[in-house]
């Protein structure tokens, strides 16, 4: 008899603001990617759980410490708090497809994200991406609301560039309402291979690099950035430098308390704010020239 295959449950405790950037950090390792649970108590800075699952073998001791190390450099990014990782063995076979069982199909405005084993659906924008890779799974509250203001922006043979795109969720989606062309960036390799591969995988051309906004020549009609505040806030100067005359920048991962000094810094480089959304605390903006 077979025995049972053994897994590591690795779950990391994290404040609302820093649940994305955990999430891609486990997603590196993460069998089919991670999951999220939220806790009951909703705005009050309760711990969400980020958890992954990696098979005990002789690689999983380095890539528990791994990840450890990686979660430890987030702390200079001045995110909310972060616990200590745990990791647990897990015997059940059947987790994987229980886990599956959890992520259904989701409505975001004129888009449908899915995961690669779910039935299509022909009536809608469709975006294909497995959960927990890299940043952006549309389940997440700046996901979602990015998602919206792209289902109604007029973006029809505009110009987009995506500045830390993550899974490639936001630049898949302009580009399947039109977009073009659309361009990509990261800061990590690793979330450009996974944006790449789902750029293929939604049958969409969208190059993708590795850098920030000001790695990027020429400028474009739409700009987005859904990053942590205090990154937007650092590099606002090179989104205005990315952003033509009468563009739109699309703005997300803003925590309602880090929303003034947001503000603030692209009000030093011109840009004026259009649109706000606010959902969960977390603040989306859109500004302009």
């Not at 996974?194 to 590795?210: C, K, T, W």
Request: overall charge negative; hydrophobic content about 45%; aromatic content about 4%.
């Amino acid at each position: 008899m077979t025995p049972p295959t053994r897994w590591l449950e690795i779950a990391v405790p994290a404040h609302a603001e820093a649940v994305e950037a955990v999430s891609e950090i486990l997603s590196r390792v993460g069998y089919n990617g991670i999951a999220v649970e939220v806790p009951l108590e909703r705005g009050r800075g309760a711990d969400h759980t980020v958890k992954a699952y990696i098979l005990e073998d002789v690689d999983a001791f380095a890539k528990v410490s791994d990840t450890r190390d990686a979660l430890g450099h987030l702390q200079a990014f001045g995110l909310g708090p972060i616990g200590e990782l745990t990791a647990r063995a897990v015997e059940d076979k059947d987790w994987l497809e229980s886990w599956k069982a959890e992520f259904v199909p989701i409505r975001i405005g004129a888009f449908v994200v899915r995961p690669t084993w779910s039935e299509p659906d022909r009536d809608s924008v469709e975006i294909v991406l497995d959960p927990g890779m890299a940043f952006g799974t549309g389940l997440h509250p700046t996901t979602q609301q990015c998602l919206e203001a792209l289902s109604t922006l007029q973006l029809e043979g505009r110009s987009v560039l995506d500045v830390g795109t993550g899974s490639g969720i936001l630049a898949i989606a302009a580009a399947k309402r039109g977009a073009s062309p659309v361009v990509a960036v990261d800061t990590d390799p690793l979330a450009v291979d996974a944006a790449r591969e789902n750029a293929v995988g939604n049958g969409v051309a969208i190059p993708v690099g590795v850098g920030s906004a000001a790695e990027v020549p020429g400028r474009f009609e739409v700009v987005i950035a859904n990053i942590v505040a205090p990154v937007l806030q650092r590099i606002a100067p090179h989104l205005a430098a990315r952003l033509a005359s009468g563009g739109t920048l699309l703005l997300g991962g803003i925590t309602a308390p880090a929303e003034a000094a947001t503000r603030e810094a692209f009000s030093h480089v011109r840009l004026e704010v259009l649109d706000r959304n606010e959902r969960d605390d977390w603040v989306a903006l859109a500004l302009r020239r």
